[in-house]
């Protein structure tokens, strides 16, 4: 009798054995669908992963290739092909390359990817653009020169040496328009500046040395490249 009181009153709960099997059935199936989308979405990022590589193994070639044109077309196809990618090269290209033509064509790349392209490349193709003006303008005030002078004192090591760099650096980023200065590393400036102050003139020196370094980096290069061509 009692055992057969609990059998009629556990319909109360609103649940039967039936009821209890169908869901966690509906919870397996869940299951088993979450476990197969996690394959699929992780299988297609590394199928995704891979095809990038080969694209962009297929294309350094032509990148670095001593043909403008092939360096022109390397840039059309990364840009249809991988967005990012074009990002990173054109930004190289477009203050590197000897050649006009392609620092153009870069700059081209770098305008459109800057406009419509998804956030990583757009990001990347600002950054871009941003040195491509930045080493327009030192090329066009000729201060190049100024730093590579900088480049030169602070190899040699002494306190003279040092302030020699430092009165370098200091005369380019005067020379330099404001815009150029708020895209040149500003916490990098400040700690520059706040060092000068205390009289720490070999942090000041390496911090400057730290803004424009990769600029005179690009300039040389590029004009290496320019004088094995003109052979």
């Not at 294309?59 to 990012?84: C, F, H, K, V, Y």
């Not at 005067?174 to 815009?179: G, N, R």
């Not at 400040?190 to 720490?200: C, F, P, T």
């Amino acid at each position: 009798m009692w055992y057969a009181y609990h059998r009629t009153a556990m319909p109360d709960t609103g649940f039967t054995a039936e009821h209890v099997w169908q869901v966690a059935q509906l919870f397996a199936k869940l299951a088993i669908a979450a476990v197969g989308l996690y394959f699929t979405v992780s299988y297609n990022r590394v199928n995704s992963d891979l095809q990038r590589v080969q694209v962009q193994t297929s294309l350094i070639p032509l990148l670095t290739s001593a043909d403008g044109n092939q360096r022109q077309l390397a840039l059309a196809l990364a840009r249809r092909m991988d967005e990012r990618f074009a990002a990173q090269g054109a930004s190289l290209l477009v203050v590197r390359d000897p050649s006009p033509e392609v620092r153009q064509s870069a700059d081209a790349v770098l305008n459109s990817l800057a406009q419509g392209a998804p956030s990583s490349a757009r990001e990347t193709a600002r950054e871009g653009l941003s040195r491509a003006r930045i080493m327009e303008e030192l090329r066009r005030r000729h201060l190049i020169e100024k730093l590579q002078e900088a480049s030169g004192y602070l190899g040699a090591q002494s306190v003279e040496a040092t302030r020699s760099a430092i009165s370098r650096y200091l005369s380019v980023w005067k020379d330099l328009s404001e815009s150029a200065r708020q895209n040149l590393e500003p916490p990098v400036v400040q700690k520059a500046e706040s060092a000068l102050k205390n009289g720490d003139l070999e942090t000041a020196a390496r911090c400057y040395q730290v803004v424009f370094e990769p600029f005179i980096t690009v300039s040389s290069m590029a004009d290496e490249t320019t004088r094995q061509q003109r052979k």
